[in-house]
């Protein structure tokens, strides 16, 4: 059942990071993006990653195996290196529409922004918070995953309203994000140190996971 | 393969009570980190409406209103229970196709949202059958609860009066309603609780430590001496200074009490140096307890374990217990406090006794979402102000 792998962390977190990346949400330059993965600066789990000695593995054999590709994913995957600041028209307008959102920038001052003449429309692709808000729509492809639903309470004297999302959408919607690529983690493993003890950190490292696989 | 850590907390005067979702298959720190947006809202819902414990009335609504929850949890767990045995498969972000058993693995709660989903009255510990009256003691061997067991025993209980010692423990501490989760296939109820940082140490523990240090100040006099120290903190990078003395705050946050955590050993000391010669034993066994406490905490936050640092925590625990007489007398004080009090104390005990599940739990499962779980509470903090 269970193969017994040991490699190199440092090694493995290097295999996959030489492809191509999407820009990130925070909109840095797609090339500094890149390079911040294949230097791993983003995320450090391991501490201990740079001593050769550290990080036997034991892998769950069988775990998180490919079933197939994804439909359009190559298509989706290209347009979005090609075009990085797709559904905008440019880095700017891109810049901008991160810049009212995060600034939370109300909606009425942005149709000033636009009305005034600050700034210009056609550059950054849209010229007031109706259009704006078409562009942010297109941004999130998987949002039919989040869909609410309503349902009824009746406790005996009122009836309430709630309100629910599918989980198994939420899981797919959160599985599917390219923006966690990098990040996602699919089987179970254990991890020793290098004296042969074993570290329980994230999910996948403990018990729970490896009980439950199947 | 993949599964989820909920949470569920209370939000302001807005009366909802919402859920939320996020998938272990990410990594903690990103998971965790506020503009990763992990972290699905899952459902929104009313608040079930306080009742009295008295009236037959309220009896009866509050069986309706058990009832009800365990409807709408069903509703909203049935797409998973589904996949739990047969599995889905489902589009990766690496453009690949996996299948995926999404399993519902942890639910991160306070304790009065845990006893009230796990079916259980507010004194009963959701993990295991330890007995009311051995609540705070260090007593780590009990039964874990099987929930499955509870159900087929509950309806023959109501009719019949006979029943092994052993049962009565066991139904002693069943509430009205079922554990929402004991249907989920694949899931062990008992395991779904997981003590968090702020919940357990925060405002369980350190808070009661509080009380307890100041009634030992007061009774040898070094409340003035503690209060001019902690004042007198001075700055450091990532050390809030306190602005009041500790008696004057009435609301503690998450960060608060972590920077209490930092300090609190430094300035007890300081505040109790050169002891009177009756002072030395008991001032020595007062700094031996906060010291197990803090050194608990601070090893609680490591990021990853092993069982050697598992069994430094165990022994801060032993410690702890082994110390904490010390403060007895300023625990719970006056017996003529009222019933409502009387519950308080369970809970505070409760407390005591839940922070010992903390150790072995680590070994289940690392790095609860304790950090989110602040979060949330400070961004509810800051909703429930502006409204």
Not at chain 1, 26 to 50: L, M, N
Not at chain 2, 165 to 185: K, P, T, V
Not at chain 2, 225 to 250: I, N, Q, S
Not at chain 2, 322 to 350: A, C, H, M
Request: hydrophobic fraction near 35%.
């Amino acid at each position: 059942m269970e193969s017994s792998v040991s490699h190199n962390l440092e090694a493995s977190e290097r295999q996959d990071s030489d492809c191509e990346s999407d820009p990130g949400p925070a909109g840095s330059e797609p090339d500094e993006f890149c390079r911040d993965i294949a230097y791993g600066s983003d995320t450090e789990v391991f501490d201990d990653a740079t001593s050769p000695s550290a990080g036997k593995q034991i892998h769950y054999e069988g775990a998180g195996q490919v079933i197939g590709d994804v439909d359009g994913f190559e298509h989706e995957y290209s347009n979005l290196c090609d075009d990085p600041w797709a559904p905008f028209n440019s880095e700017q307008g891109f810049k901008l529409a991160s810049w009212f959102i995060e600034g939370k920038v109300s909606k009425s001052r942005i149709n000033q922004y636009f009305s005034s003449g600050l700034g210009d429309a056609e550059s950054v692709g849209y010229s007031s918070m109706h259009t704006l808000e078409n562009h942010l729509r297109l941004l999130d492809p998987y949002s039919q995953y989040l869909q609410w639903f309503e349902g009824q309470v009746e406790d005996g004297q009122r009836t309430l309203p709630f309100f629910y999302r599918n989980a198994l959408g939420c899981v797919r919607y959160l599985l599917r994000q390219i923006a966690y690529r990098d990040d996602l983690v699919y089987a179970p493993r254990h991890e020793y140190d290098s004296t042969g003890q074993r570290i329980y950190a994230e999910m996948h490292t403990a018990d729970w996971w490896w009980d439950v696989q199947v | 393969m993949s599964d989820q850590t909920n949470l569920t907390n209370f939000s302001g005067d807005k009366k909802a009570w919402p859920v939320y979702i996020t998938i272990g298959n990410l990594p903690s720190a990103r998971r965790n980190s506020p503009g990763s947006m992990a972290v699905l809202l899952l459902a929104l819902l009313p608040i079930p409406p306080k009742l009295s414990k008295s009236s037959k009335a309220d009896q009866r609504q509050r069986k309706i209103n058990a009832d009800t929850l365990q409807d709408v949890f069903e509703l909203i767990f049935a797409p998973l229970q589904d996949v739990a045995h047969t599995g889905i498969a489902i589009d990766c972000a690496d453009g690949k196709v996996r299948q995926c058993f999404p399993i519902l693995s942890a639910w991160i709660a306070d304790h009065m949202e845990n006893v009230a989903l796990h079916g259980l009255k507010t004194n009963a510990c959701p993990k295991c059958e330890v007995p009311t009256h051995e609540l705070g003691t260090n007593a780590r061997s009990h039964r874990t609860r099987d929930y499955a067991r509870y159900q087929r025993y509950k309806p023959e209980n109501q009719n019949s009066g006979s029943e092994s010692d052993d049962d009565h423990i066991m139904c002693d501490n069943l509430g009205i309603g079922q554990n929402i989760f004991h249907r989920l296939d694949r899931v062990s109820a008992s395991d779904l609780y997981k003590p968090d940082m702020l919940h357990t140490i925060y405002l369980g523990l350190f808070k009661h430590m509080m009380d307890w240090i100041e009634g030992f100040l007061k009774k040898h006099g070094r409340l003035q001496a503690f209060d001019d120290v902690w004042k007198a903190l001075p700055p450091y990078p990532g050390f809030l200074v306190p602005k009041k003395a500790y008696r004057e705050v009435t609301q503690w946050q998450g960060k608060e009490m972590r920077n209490l955590g930092r300090c609190i050993l430094g300035v007890l000391a300081v505040a109790l140096r050169q002891p009177g010669g009756a002072q030395v034993i008991p001032f020595k066994r007062a700094l031996g307890c906060v010291r197990a406490l803090v050194d608990f905490n601070m090893m609680a936050q490591y990021r990853s374990h092993t069982s050697d640092t598992i069994a430094y925590m165990e022994d801060y625990l032993d410690q702890f217990h082994k110390l904490k007489d010390i403060f007895l007398e300023f625990r719970v004080t006056k017996r003529t406090q009222d019933k409502v009090d009387k519950q308080r104390k369970e809970i505070r005990r409760q407390r005591a006794l839940v922070i010992e599940r903390v150790a072995p739990s680590l070994r289940r499962r690392m790095r609860d979402d304790n950090r989110q779980e602040e979060n949330d509470l400070c961004l509810d903090l800051v909703r429930g102000e502006s409204h």
